[in-house]
């Protein structure tokens, strides 16, 4: 069934709103098209009419059969031609600022979208006028001949020009969506300029096939006034006008049906795209009912994407990954929650003496070089940077994603950090401490972030400088200690020490080489 579908849509894909590249191409092709679709059209429409007027519909008898044929024949001739030369001058001519808008590649104005998205209307309306017009010129012929055969032909004149006018107007959309889809790069259409779908496919379907049933309705009710008609020719009537159901009705139907699915594919198609996570497609505008509606929507739900993929992204690089995830998630309520974390703070001994005499911009290389090598490592552990102070960092475990293993989690990444940064021939020190704290998003006036906030911070940040008196590069309070598994590292005590802030002595660790 798809491989069937390819192939019907394979013949029109040249007439899509891709098929030509600059505006002055897309003026010249559309031009061509325009003159080849209605041309056809209405050359096809006026044979047909001709056909069933002479040799299908059953007329009233007249002295001399050739006569009227010949002199339809002759007038139809002169009259297609002034018809055609009246509706492309007529026509063509109202979309003269439109070629000269594509050629000029620039926004259209408001009076040239206008034109644009109301072209099949007018084509529409331009060969509805032209057709009734032939109703009353072939009438008044034929009345010279005969009252009623001037009824017939009026009558099978108009119905053929119903039929050939949906045609005009439905080619035209389809002609026209290249130039539509360039008007409507400027800004979608706020509402459909044309009929919408429902009356698209209504129209297909009452002129594909209610103009061929009303046409056997008046001939059945001629056959019923008139006794001379004979079976024979009731049959050729219905033949004529069924078969002329089924071919118009199904081209109509088509064409009325590539236009609804055309935009429909493409935007399931660019729906497929953005599932693999392709952002960038642009479903191109190129219809003005409510469908190009939905293909404008769809650009812009994928620009909302867009913009909040650049924030996530940009969101990202100044607020740890997992807390801009958790903000996202859970919002910026202001109230904190209690949970146990393991903290590292990590930082540069007599950092400030070696910056003092180097160039700013060292400074900066030297700590981005340093963070560089051991956000990752904190990242990997399942911990996030809770925040930047000068040379150094917080990092916590255990928050905002819950883990029963953040001391761990904590002296493994710590222990990796060690090992990274003596490559760097920086010295470090490292310290870490457990408990409970809250976490949560403090600030005010507008300015937030997501921090840790209690005894346990406070105390982390005074083992790290504890680092100093004992020459030990990583050292953990005895509450981390606790904290972790069995087989974990081995430790070694150190000597109490007194640390700012604390009543008494704290018990220290560190592990052994």
């Known amino acids: 069934m798809r491989r069937a579908w390819k192939i019907l849509r394979s013949p029109l894909a040249w ?9 002055a191409a897309v003026a010249r092709r559309t031009q061509a098209l325009l003159f080849l679709a209605i041309g056809v059209s209405n050359m096809a429409g006026a044979a047909v009419v001709f056909v069933f007027a002479v040799w299908v519909v059953p007329s009233p008898d007249v002295e001399d059969e050739t006569t009227p044929i010949i002199v339809n024949l002759v007038a139809l001739g002169i009259y297609l031609g002034v018809a055609l030369l009246i509706g492309f001058v007529w026509g063509l001519g109202k979309l003269r600022p439109v070629r000269r808008w594509l050629r000029e590649e620039r926004e259209p104005t ?7 998205l109301r072209a099949p209307v007018r084509a529409g309306l331009t060969a509805g006028v032209l057709w009734a017009l032939a109703v009353v010129v072939f009438s008044v012929i ?5 009252g009623s055969l001037a009824i017939v032909v009026g009558i099978t004149v108009g119905l053929g020009g119903v039929t050939t006018s949906a045609a005009a107007y439905l080619l035209t959309e389809r002609v026209m969506r290249a130039a539509t889809a360039r008007a409507l790069e400027a800004g979608p259409p706020r509402r459909p300029y044309v009929p919408g779908m429902i009356a698209r496919s209504l129209l297909a379907f009452a002129l594909g096939a209610g103009v061929p049933l009303l046409g056997m309705l008046l001939i059945g009710v001629y056959a019923l006034v008139d006794d001379e008609v004979s079976r024979d020719q009731l049959s050729i009537v219905i033949l004529g006008l069924g078969g002329c159901a089924l071919i118009v009705g199904l081209l109509l139907t088509f064409i009325a049906a590539r236009a609804a699915a055309d935009p429909v594919m493409s935007v399931r198609d660019a729906v497929a795209s953005v599932e693999q996570g392709d952002l960038d497609v642009e479903v191109p505008v190129y219809d003005a009912t409510e469908v190009g509606l939905l293909q404008a929507g769809f650009n812009r739900m994928v620009e909302g994407l867009r913009e909040r993929k650049r924030i996530r992204e940009a969101f990202g690089v100044y607020v740890d990954h997992e807390v801009a995830e958790h903000i996202l998630e859970e919002g910026v309520s202001l109230e904190g929650e209690e949970v146990d974390v393991t903290l590292v703070f990590l930082d540069v001994r007599d950092f400030t003496s070696w910056a003092e005499g180097v160039s700013a911009s060292e400074v900066v290389e030297r700590l981005n070089g340093l963070f560089d090598v051991v956000v990752p490592i904190i990242h990997e552990h399942k911990g996030h940077v809770d925040k930047f102070v000068g040379d150094g960092l917080l990092a916590v475990f255990g928050a905002p994603q819950r883990s029963e293993e953040h001391a761990d989690q904590a002296l493994q990444a710590a222990l990796e950090m060690a090992d990274a940064v003596s490559d760097q021939e920086l010295d470090i020190g490292i310290g870490l401490n457990s408990g409970t704290v809250v976490a949560g998003n403090v600030g005010g006036g507008g300015r ?6 209690g005894d346990a911070v406070n105390v982390a940040s005074r083992i790290e400088r504890a680092t ?16 972790l598994s069995s087989d974990s590292v081995s430790l070694e005590a150190r000597d109490d020490i007194e640390l700012k802030g604390k009543s008494e002595p704290v018990k220290l660790l560190a592990p052994k080489p």
């Open 15 to 23: 007439l899509g709103p891709q098929a030509a590249k600059s505006g």
């Open 110 to 116: 408001d009076k040239e979208k206008r034109l644009v």
């Open 142 to 146: 034929n009345v010279t001949f005969s």
């Open 448 to 453: 937030l972030e997501f921090s840790v906030m």
């Open 468 to 483: 100093r008196e004992t020459g030990d590069v990583i050292l953990i309070s005895e509450d981390t200690a606790e904290r």
